[in-house]
Nanobody, 118 residues
Framework: QVQLQESGPGLVKPLQTLSLSCTVSGASITSDYNYWSWIRQSPGKGLEWMGLMTWRGSTYYNSSLKSRTSISRDTSKNQFSLRLSSVTPEDTAMYYC??????????WGQGTQVIVSS
């Protein structure tokens, strides 16, 4: 059973960097053809794909967020992480980590609420 669990602060001040981690169990983040993604949903809006890391460690980002987004991993902990810099209240959202296989998300984390406010 693959499980993903997000963790990180629920409140971030404007212009600071948001940092979240996703701990994966039941699958290795280095297993072939596993893609690990960050997705968010702002209040009243649809899902927004932020970026992903492949099993080989390559990264791809949403072009609208690329300048502020970084995804990294710690293979010893089977974790991958998100950093979003220079946040504004518009970055307030529910943040999800997810596994993508065969071009579709097949496992989601439960999500973590992040509020950007001073």
């Amino acid at each position: 059973q693959v499980q993903l669990q997000e963790s990180g602060p629920g409140l971030v001040k404007p212009l600071q960097t948001l940092s979240l981690s996703c701990t994966v169990s039941g699958a290795s983040i280095t297993s072939d053809y596993n893609y690990w993604s960050w997705i968010r949903q702002s209040p009243g809006k649809g899902l927004e794909w932020m970026g992903l890391m492949t099993w080989r460690g390559s990264t791809y980002y949403n072009s609208s967020l690329k300048s502020r987004t970084s995804i990294s991993r710690d293979t010893s902990k089977n974790q991958f992480s998100l950093r979003l810099s220079s946040v504004t209240p518009e970055d307030t959202a529910m943040y999800y980590c997810a596994r993508v296989r065969d071009l579709a998300v097949d496992h989601w984390g439960q999500g973590t609420q992040v509020i950007v406010s001073s």
